[in-house]
């Protein structure tokens, strides 16, 4: 003997029963005011320049940074120095 499967309007009816619309409280909550993002003291005052690169570039970059010792930032300040240089420009990225 099988035992009778349920019949989905059954189902329906048993899930109806036990739902209740949520309610809603009676007083909304006030947003929590956000606060600016405080950023390290060593990027206090400054602005970012970002690109984007190929992966390729990328890995390169890494490897001289490896090779050098240098992180991409001071990578990245040499070589605005550098661009500033063959401009007539002083060399003013720290």
Same mark, same amino acid.
């Given at each position: ?14 899930? !109806? +029963?036990?739902?209740? $619309?949520? /309610? #809603?409280? !009676? +007083?909304?909550?006030? $947003?929590? /005011? #956000? ?5 390290? $003291? ?53």
């Amino acid at each position: 003997m099988s035992a009778k499967k349920p019949d989905l309007s059954d189902v329906f009816a048993q899930s !109806e +029963e036990h739902y209740k $619309p949520q /309610e #809603t409280p !009676e +007083e909304i909550p006030t $947003p929590v /005011e #956000t606060t600016k993002v405080k950023h390290l $003291p060593s990027r206090q005052n400054k602005l970012h320049i970002g690109i984007y690169v190929d992966e390729e570039v990328h890995t390169q970059l890494k490897i001289i940074g490896i090779e050098k010792k240098m992180t991409i930032q001071q990578m990245g300040l040499e070589a605005l120095n550098a661009f500033f240089k063959l401009n007539d420009k002083p060399p003013i990225a720290k």
